[in-house]
């Protein structure tokens, strides 16, 4: 493998983690160029109306699969995918998993931000909160409210 590294500079990866795909990205550092990337889809659980999940495992699946892609891509480029120097993530925000502390598995599928389960509370809290809370409410947009508060259980 050729040294790339002074003809694009070192290599910037990027998770990209979103609620229907998940794809890794590489970038020039020199030119902000997207050199290879590698994009899959990620399936929904809709169990009920207003439900909406995904497979923790899956996702986690995507990740790596995403990853191994696009550094074989690499590769075909004659590109050292050992010149990435730092990878950035985003991810689904308020998406919501809980992992066993023990085996490292998930308990229950993951509840995505847009899961309209506990929207009933939200509103009560909406409705019935004491002032501090209806303070708040003003301040801080209700949409970004209902997203937060999306997994009160």
């Excluded at 040294?3 to 590489?26: A, H, Q």
């Excluded at 997207?34 to 923790?56: A, K």
């Excluded at 730092?86 to 925000?93: F, K, L, P, S």
């Amino acid at each position: 493998m050729t040294d790339t590294r002074n003809k694009y500079g070192p290599l910037i990866g990027s998770i990209d983690e979103g609620t229907s795909s998940t794809r890794f990205l590489v970038f020039a550092s020199k030119t902000a160029e997207v050199l290879t990337y590698h994009q899959v889809e990620v399936p929904h659980i809709i169990p009920r109306e207003g439900w909406f999940e995904q497979d923790p495992m899956l996702i986690l699946k995507s990740v790596i699969d995403t990853i191994d892609v696009t550094c074989d891509n690499l590769k075909k480029l004659n590109i050292n995918y050992e010149d990435i120097v730092a990878t950035g993530i985003t991810n689904q925000r308020e998406t919501t998993i809980l992992w066993d502390p023990t085996t490292g598995k998930p308990l229950y599928n993951a509840l995505v931000w847009m899961d309209m389960r506990t929207s009933s509370t939200v509103d009560e809290i909406l409705q019935n909160g004491k002032r501090p809370c209806k303070i708040f409410c003003k301040i801080y947009a209700a949409f970004q409210l209902v997203l937060t508060l999306a997994h009160l259980k």
